[in-house]
């Protein structure tokens, strides 16, 4: 083979001296290592990590959040389903430990967010004795694959307390006052009460994917204690004397309180709520509570939920008569002379003052003519001093009080005195 001279200007011999030169650079800088490769993403949920059970009547509620990302963290691709299980714990429990089957109970479609499912449970399971539930929960990927099952949530198979019948509400002078169809059962009542402009309590639940997550967790419960019945208002004495109760703490859920009445041998069939606020309307909702202890795990089952009532508390309750009314001649001096009037202070909350109304009383000590008001506006403290009274003169004097919308309490008994001339 034979090769033929290249003839090149001496300027292009030079081009070619350089060009050859940076060769071998480039091709280094174009061959860098590319490191091990990476194997292709399965696409795998994330595990489940807030699974929580909640039984209500013969049915129990499984809420959780359904990730966004996958066990690599990158963002799932595809449609999820939901798998849900539950193992139901054998009474009495085996004497050697084995771990039983976790049994497909449901299968529903989920998306990224706030999720929930229900299962509704056999006969078997809502009958005593009661036991132990654990479900689970696995996500799967559109090509049927999974990271595993969920950690345990735990529920209560057995009887659920019988539901809250017949709710009446009634505004009184001390609060609200609530009744219901009495029941053989000693599991307390728990009265959920919105304010009327508030989401109705009773709304469905929503899709398996809630937009919120607010809506994805029943809120929290508060405790009450039972305190001293009222001594007023006959209206409310035979149903306030059975249960008197207040909310120890309020429920995360803007305009809602949840009220429980104590635990008792018998049904109370009511309660007051004192913490009910004037001018406002509420609608109330019940349910009966069971609390069991199942190996080591504090859970409980609730009836449905009662039907709601709707009350307004209108404040046209007067406040207590007065009582311990005493009238004693005083001053000094001519100028100073009057009857000096005290009384027993009254404790609602809502007090303006009292007013102090008088009659002249006959030699033959008979009251005449028409009671005439000392005062023009509420007297603030329990007592007054009439500086009116004419010496030789006997009066009957009797106080009432006046809350602060107006409402004017019933006449205290009367009290007999003369200012005696001097």
Known sequence: ???????????????????????????????????????????????????????????????????????????????????????????????????????????????????????????????????????????????????????????????????????HATSVREGVQLEWQKKDTTSPVQLNRFLATSA??????GPANPTSPAASKPASRSRLRKTSPPSTSSSAKSTAAKSQAVPMTSSKTPGEVKLETTKAAVDAGGTVDRTAQKGESYRY?????????????????????????????????????????????????????????SWTPDIDPDLAGYSVYRQEVTSAGQVAGSATRLNSTPIVGPAYRDQTAVPGHRYAYRVTAVDASGNESAPSADVQETLREQ
């Not at 019940?286 to 449905?304: C, I, K």
């Open 1 to 167: 083979m034979k090769f033929l001279p290249i003839l090149c200007h001496p300027l292009t011999r030079r081009w070619l001296t350089l060009g050859a030169g940076a060769l071998p650079i480039a091709f280094v800088a174009g061959c860098a290592s590319p490191g091990p490769p990476h194997a292709p993403s399965l696409n795998l949920p994330e595990v489940v990590h807030d699974l929580t059970a909640d039984r209500t009547g013969d049915q129990v509620t499984l809420h959780w959040t359904t990730p966004e990302k996958t066990t690599d963290h990158l963002v799932i691709k595809g449609a999820m389903t939901a798998e849900i299980c539950r193992v139901t714990a054998p009474i009495p429990p085996p004497a050697v430990p084995s771990t039983p089957a976790c049994t497909v109970v449901t299968r529903l479609p989920v998306s990224s967010g706030p999720s929930h499912a229900e299962e509704n449970l056999p006969s078997s399971l809502t009958v005593d004795p009661a036991s132990l539930l654990a479900y689970r929960v696995q996500l799967f990927n559109a090509h049927g694959r999974s990271a595993g099952l969920s950690a345990e949530a735990f529920a209560a198979a057995g009887a659920a307390p019988p539901s809250v019948e017949k709710l």
């Open 200 to 205: 109705s309590p009773t709304a469905p639940p």
């Open 285 to 341: 909702t019940a349910r009966r509570l069971r609390e069991v202890s199942l190996q080591g795990h504090a859970l409980e089952l609730r009836s449905d939920l009662s039907s709601p009532v709707t009350v307004t508390m209108l404040d046209t309750f007067p406040p207590g008569v007065p009582t311990g009314l005493e009238a004693i001649a005083g001053g000094a001096t001519p100028s100073d002379r009057s009857i000096d009037l």
